[in-house]
């Protein structure tokens, strides 16, 4: 059956350092794949999608991911985070499950930064 | 940009109330869905439309039903409100014809059923 995991819960990183965030899915064929991000009592926001091509994909707010086929892997990343990075953030696969075309969220990760 | 509007907030209601959570979204998409967001177990599927006067159900559509009479609006209702009912409940539209289509989201609708 289709899922992803984002193994950490939570991530706490200081102001400025670098950050990963884990994501790994599960589906037979190519999955598009998104990552999202919530605010604190908000919807949530598209930050990026991959769907084919190169497997590095860029997108707003300075992050970027990296599509790894071998490692069923879609990790996100940014070079230096800000404290208006606090969220939790979502990865998401679309993939077809019995007949109809669906979103699979992971259960998500929350990100903390220290000043 | 695309604007998923949900009608409330913030709603607290009494257990046994019918309850209708309402959402409308602006850029013509054919398909909507409603989520449901608990700490833990991310955003589960109640759920969804792919065009008007049609639904499907998601992975957790007991005690749930919803209507789509108009293509811009898809509505969520509680028949009989339940404290287990309390939760976050998310509105998202997206466009049909493209797999990488993503999903637009509504600021959500906060629900506690006392």
């Known amino acids: 059956a289709q899922s992803v995991t984002q193994p950490d819960i939570h991530i706490t990183v200081s102001e400025g350092a670098s950050l990963e965030l884990r994501c790994n899915y599960s589906?037979?064929?190519?999955?598009?794949l998104f990552w999202y991000v919530q605010s604190p009592g908000q919807g949530l926001q598209l930050l990026l999608k991959?769907?084919?091509?190169?497997?590095l994909v860029q997108g707003i707010k300075g992050f970027e991911a990296e599509f790894k086929r071998s490692q069923s892997s879609f990790n996100l990343r940014k070079p230096s985070v800000h404290w208006s990075d606090a969220a939790e953030y979502f990865c998401?696969?679309?993939?077809?499950?019995?007949?109809?075309?669906?979103?699979?969220f992971g259960t998500g990760t929350r990100l903390k930064v220290l000043a | 940009d695309v604007k998923v509007t949900q009608s409330s907030r913030y709603l607290v209601k009494r257990t046994g109330e019918k309850v209708f959570l309402e959402c409308v979204q602006d850029?013509?998409?054919?398909?909507m869905f409603w989520y449901r967001q608990d700490p833990g177990l991310g955003l589960r599927l109640i759920y969804f439309?792919?065009?008007?006067?049609?639904?499907e159900k998601g992975d957790i559509p007991e005690g749930y039903s919803v209507s789509r009479e108009k293509k811009e609006r898809f509505s969520l209702i509680l028949e009989s409100a339940s404290t287990n009912q309390t939760s976050m409940y998310l509105c998202a539209s997206s466009f049909n014809d493209r797999k990488n289509s993503p999903l637009h989201f509504g600021n959500g609708t906060r629900l506690t059923v006392t």
């Open positions: 439309s792919y065009d008007v006067k049609m639904k």
């Open positions: 850029m013509d998409h054919e398909n």
């Open positions: 991959y769907f084919s091509g190169d497997t």
């Open positions: 589906y037979g064929a190519t999955p598009y």
């Open positions: 998401a696969v679309g993939a077809w499950a019995s007949g109809t075309y669906k979103y699979i």
